[in-house]
């Protein structure tokens, strides 16, 4: 059974850097078939796929456009985790954000939800 | 605005079939497989369906989906008040390169 585990602050200051963590059991995050993602929901965006990163004999990361110029999602072999770092936060970028891992080709395990509010 | 198109309320009586329609384009639902989740208040969204049609292990046989072109369709028999939630679909975008949603759709059980 595949267990991710999130942590991180859930109040971050505009123009700061998001960070999260998603701790996996169950699996390896040097897999080579699953991809570890990051998604977040929001009342006024719905759910948004930000990107993952993946090992296919070696690593690969893949980025939505919309946050492609402020956003790292890198893996942690050593702790099996993987991380989300968002740059440059605005208010619109509160919401619950969410790891998951893609196996097969769909999500199927998600982690808990952070919620993430962007405030001074 | 989500890529893709979904109600954004259904509803039923308990006992009655309802379904959930999600409309996408060439790029997605017409070129991949469409995903279900289930997502109760508070917590996070729960795999319903996968590649279409097919039913996780533990999830009853009164939830079916299907696909046709660019649209596919959540189908819950026997409705019961425990159905009551947010329906989410979901598919690879080959144009984005990325996982695309619908809005959700609530379900209210009457």
């Known amino acids: 059974q595949v267990q991710l585990q999130q942590s991180g602050p859930g109040l971050v200051k505009p123009s700061q850097t998001l960070s999260l963590t998603c701790a996996i059991s169950?699996?390896?995050?040097?897999?080579?078939?699953?991809?570890w993602n990051w998604i977040r929901q929001s009342p006024s965006r719905g759910l948004e796929w930000l990107g993952r990163t993946y090992y296919r004999s070696k690593w690969y990361n893949s980025y939505e456009a919309s946050v492609r110029s402020r956003i790292n999602i890198n893996p942690d072999t050593s702790k099996n985790q993987f991380s989300l770092q968002l740059h440059s936060v605005t208010p619109e970028d509160t919401a619950v954000y969410y790891c998951?891992?893609?196996?097969?080709?769909?999500?199927?395990?998600w982690g808990q939800g952070t919620l993430v509010t962007v405030s001074s | 605005q989500s890529v893709l198109t979904q109600p954004p309320s259904a509803s039923g009586t308990p006992g009655q079939r309802v379904t959930i329609s999600c409309s996408g384009g060439?790029?997605?639902?017409?070129?991949?497989?469409v995903h279900w989740y289930q997502q109760l208040p508070g917590t996070a969204p729960k795999l319903l369906i996968y590649r279409n049609n097919q039913r996780p292990s533990g999830v009853p046989d009164r939830f079916s989906g299907s696909k046709s072109g660019t649209s596919a369709s959540l189908a819950i028999s026997g409705l019961r008040s425990e159905d009551e939630a947010d329906y989410y679909c979901?598919?690879?975008?080959?144009?984005?390169?990325?996982?695309?949603f619908g809005g959700g759709t609530k379900l209210t059980v009457l």
């Open positions: 060439r790029s997605n639902i017409g070129s991949d497989y």
């Open positions: 169950g699996d390896s995050v040097s897999s080579n078939s699953a991809a």
């Open positions: 979901t598919a690879w975008d080959n144009g984005l390169s990325g996982w695309v």
């Open positions: 998951a891992r893609t196996n097969d080709g769909y999500v199927d395990y």
